[in-house]
T-cell receptor, first 108, second 113 residues
């Protein structure tokens, strides 16, 4: 079963714009992770945020976590064509469970 | 450092046949995972090993799927007999710390006809 659910399912933006995707989950977690998957490839770990953290940055990525609402958001600033990929949240609630993904397309 | 190696990259079989996938994790990673990813969905955990012991196989269809991790390093996942609904990408991943920062292989794309 999928623990997390990403929103939107698909997102298309112009290069240079910011992209925001959201993840909602159902049970208590130890941490939440975001992964990227390029077409036909395996997943790549982007960032991890622990349950006692509210915000984390890594380069052009900003992740927030609201455990009271059981939700997280991933912001990619100044998007590039190379950011085109599917993005998944993964929650550690005893086992690492992936969401349904957001397919991001950056239009050059 | 070398990444997670998987083979084969693609496999096409007929239903009721058997198939096996191989995974070599990153050296030193004690935790190894097999995920099934159906087209358009997120990966679903099939089995998780810690060294050569099984930590979680609650979502592994044990009547047809089996997995082993000999000597706590390489792993194989087998399907026998395959069904049409087994068509998916099978991803192997490993991590140094359990359930944290997984490194994924490129996957095996299985088509069952």
């Amino acid at each position: 079963s999928q623990q997390g659910e990403e929103d939107p399912q698909a997102l298309s933006i112009q290069e240079g714009e910011n992209a925001t995707m959201n993840c909602s989950y159902k049970t208590s977690i130890n941490n939440l992770q975001w992964y990227r998957q390029n077409s036909g490839r395996g997943l790549v770990h982007l960032i991890l945020i622990r349950s006692n953290e509210r915000e984390k940055h890594s380069g052009r990525l900003r992740v927030t976590l609201d455990t009271s609402k059981k939700s997280s958001s991933l912001l990619i600033t100044a998007s590039r064509a190379a950011d085109t990929a599917s993005y998944f949240c993964a929650t550690d609630g005893g086992k690492l469970t992936f969401g349904t993904g957001t397919r991001l397309t950056i239009i050059p | 450092e070398a990444g997670v190696a998987q083979s084969p990259r693609y496999k096409i079989i007929e239903k009721r046949q058997s198939v096996a996938f191989w995974c070599n994790p990153i050296s030193g990673h004690a935790t190894l995972y097999w995920y099934q990813q159906i087209l358009g969905q997120g990966p679903k955990l099939l089995i998780q090993f810690q060294n050569n012991g099984v930590v979680d196989d609650s979502q592994l269809p044990k009547d047809r799927f089996s997995a082993e991790r000999l000597k706590g390093v390489d792993s194989t996942l087998k399907i026998q007999p395959a069904k049409l609904e087994d068509s998916a990408v099978y991803l192997c991943a490993s991590s140094l710390v359990e359930m944290t920062h997984l490194f994924f292989g490129s996957g095996t794309q299985l088509s069952v006809l």
